[in-house]
T-cell receptor
Framework: GAVVSQHPSWVICKSGTSVKIECRSL??????MFWYRQFPKQSLMLMAT?????????EQGVEKDKFLINHASLTLSTLTVTSAHPEDSSFYIC???????????FGSGTRLTVV | GENVGLHLPTLSVQEGDNSIINCAYS??????FIWYKQESGKGPQFIID?????DKRQGQRVTVLLNKTVKHLSLQIAATQPGDSAVYFC????????????FGSGTKLNVKP
């Protein structure tokens, strides 16, 4: 079945630095990638939608200059958390539509801790 | 996002019993719903889906029921097993973008051996 590979699985960074998270579709082309954030014991919150070859669209309240999204190819989308602060610590998950069936396929998530 | 919420944040069941997890949604235009299972530290995993032209769909040990009148759906797990312990989310398609979903708040299912 469709697989979305997400890296890194966890990262610790200092406050003020930037962190890049990658999501790759391994056996299918993902023209669209969705990025979610999940705080402990909470649901997934859709942050933005990346589209290959065009600008990402952000959900209301999500700072596009802080969460830079790039969809460089049909198999790669990246999320960069810029000037990270402790409140950005969260679980970030990407997902891509699975054209075959089953809605869409999720990456394994990235646990970001900003210290 | 859409307001998709759950009635029960935590559900504890005995192994072998049946589990029922509920979800309410607010957008009457939503036409596609998915139930996901999320184990600790992992991404969500598809369980079962249902379209708005159906009121019931069955999978292996799982059944989803959709009541469009009251905008409610439920996930039934038969003969619950310890491996079913996880957080379960319903996700709602907003009707404008087939692949764009909003998630409910989740229910944690604890299966006691």
């Amino acid at each position: 079945g469709a697989v979305v590979s997400q890296h890194p699985s966890w990262v610790i960074c200092k406050s003020g630095t930037s962190v890049k998270i990658e999501c790759r579709s391994l056996d299918f082309q993902a023209t669209t990638m969705f990025w979610y954030r999940q705080f402990p014991k909470q649901s997934l919150m859709l942050m933005a939608t990346s589209n290959e070859g065009s600008k990402a669209t952000y959900e209301q309240g999500v700072e596009k200059d802080k969460f830079l999204i790039n969809h460089a190819s049909l198999t790669l989308s990246t999320l960069t958390v810029t000037s990270a602060h402790p409140e950005d610590s969260s679980f970030y998950i990407c997902s891509a539509p699975d054209r075959g069936n089953y809605g869409y396929t999720f990456g394994s998530g990235t646990r970001l801790t900003v210290v | 996002g859409e307001n998709v919420g759950l009635h029960l944040p935590t559900l504890s069941v005995q192994e072998g019993d049946n589990s029922i997890i509920n979800c309410a949604y607010s957008n009457s235009a939503s036409d596609y719903f998915i139930w996901y299972k999320q184990e600790s530290g992992k991404g969500p995993q598809f369980i079962i889906d249902i379209r708005s032209n159906m009121d019931k769909r069955q999978g292996q040990r799982v059944t989803v029921l959709l009541n469009k009148t009251v905008k409610h759906l439920s996930l039934q797990i038969a003969a619950t097993q310890p491996g079913d312990s996880a957080v379960y989310f319903c996700a709602e398609n907003n009707g404008d973008n087939f692949n764009k979903f909003y998630f409910g708040s989740g229910t944690k299912l604890n299966v006691k051996p």
